[in-house]
């Protein structure tokens, strides 16, 4: 059992390592999108997906030396991806430490306590 104090302090502990994270990869993106050559690639090979109706790429498809290459667009895909499963888990535990009243006691299950920050420290 937990009272809502203690669920909001692990919960700012957990938002801190989060955004610390989400720095790192928002730094990271910032570097790629100031390469406007590979920026312009990228665009045009994930637009690909929507011209063909879903399917990655083409067998004919030509690039150019200046492309970005397949693995170069996996990487900013996943990159994109975590950066917004981390907005998504900081907004998420943002709204829960908004919410919850200091005084309320809640009763948490294993995955609560990991998801909200607590250690075992």
């Given at each position: ?15 801190d390592q989060l955004q610390s994270r989400l720095e ?98």
């Open positions: 059992m937990k009272n809502g104090k203690e669920i909001k302090e692990a919960i700012g502990c957990r938002v790192r990869r928002n730094q990271a993106l910032d570097e790629f999108m100031k390469e406007g050559r590979k920026l312009r690639s990228y665009l045009i090979r994930m637009s690909e997906m929507d011209f063909n109706h879903g399917r990655m790429g083409t067998s004919s498809a030509l690039y150019g030396s200046d492309d970005i290459s397949s693995e170069e667009k996996q990487e900013i895909l996943q990159l994109c991806r975590r950066i917004f499963d981390l907005e998504q888990e900081i907004r998420r535990l943002d709204l829960i430490r908004t919410h919850l009243d200091e005084n309320q006691e809640v009763n948490l299950n294993y995955n609560e306590l990991v998801s909200y920050g607590f250690s075992d420290q």
